[in-house]
């Protein structure tokens, strides 16, 4: 595709509900990014991929947090058990081989 | 891990002037990169210099870096209102994190 795609671009949630997140890369970029980025601040990193291996989850808050990309292209971010505290915005970014990370729209979580 | 912070936090400037932004990190890193991000939007990709290289130019954008005092500077000239945005640095070696970011606003 043109750019990375990722869907919703909205989500409401009922806390206690979980949600998946997806995002579309780049096609040929084997590096994939996930960040969760609140209100005037800057992205936190999360999770990082190269091809379907998950290199680096240390960013991830806590084990309601999960990430796949099970054919090294789409990934998906579930949230299981959402908190209000996981109200933001989920930013994700496929990579050239030099790491230019090129990011999607994000989705913008709220939860209730 | 790998942080770039920005400095400083927020810069209020008028069109046409030069807008500076500074970023500190703190260990070795393979390149740099700035990005910038307009309000509700992802991240844009501005520029990369390599751990090599001492300043280099992309249109009216001017990035330098200074690898023994771990810190890179990013220049706009000519500053325009559509330049209003935050700007992030982001320094590579196997990761990369992102601070909090300057905030540029340019009055126009």
């Known amino acids: 595709g043109a750019g990375v795609s990722q869907s919703p671009r909205y989500k409401v949630a009922k806390r206690g509900q979980d949600v998946a997140l997806r995002c579309d890369p780049i096609?040929?970029?084997?590096?994939l990014f996930w960040y969760q980025q609140a209100l005037g601040q800057g992205p936190e990193f999360l999770t990082y991929?190269?091809?379907?291996?998950?290199?680096?989850k240390s960013g991830l808050p806590s084990d309601r947090f999960f990430a796949e990309r099970p054919e090294g292209s789409v990934s998906t971010l579930k949230i299981q058990r959402t908190q209000q505290e996981d109200s933001a915005v989920y930013l994700c970014?496929?990579?050239?081989?030099?790491?230019?990370?090129?990011f999607g729209a994000g989705t913008r979580l709220s939860v209730l | 891990s790998q942080q770039g912070e920005e400095d400083p936090q927020a810069l209020s400037i008028q069109e046409g002037e030069n807008a500076t932004m500074n970023c500190s990190y703190k260990?070795?890193?393979?390149?740099l990169q700035w990005y910038r991000q307009n309000s509700g939007r992802g991240l844009v990709h501005l520029i990369l210099i390599r751990s090599n290289e001492r300043e280099k130019h992309s249109g009216r954008l001017r990035v330098t870096l200074d690898t023994s005092k771990k810190s890179s500077s990013l220049l706009i000239t000519a500053s325009r209102a559509a330049d209003t945005a935050s700007y992030f640095c982001?320094?590579?070696?196997?990761?990369?994190?992102f601070g909090a970011g300057t905030r540029l606003t340019v009055k126009p």
């Open positions: 970014a496929s990579a050239t081989e030099e790491n230019i990370q090129y």
């Open positions: 991929f190269q091809n379907e291996a998950q290199l680096d």
């Open positions: 260990t070795s890193i393979n390149n």
């Open positions: 982001a320094p590579w070696r196997s990761n990369m994190r």
């Open positions: 096609s040929g970029h084997v590096s």
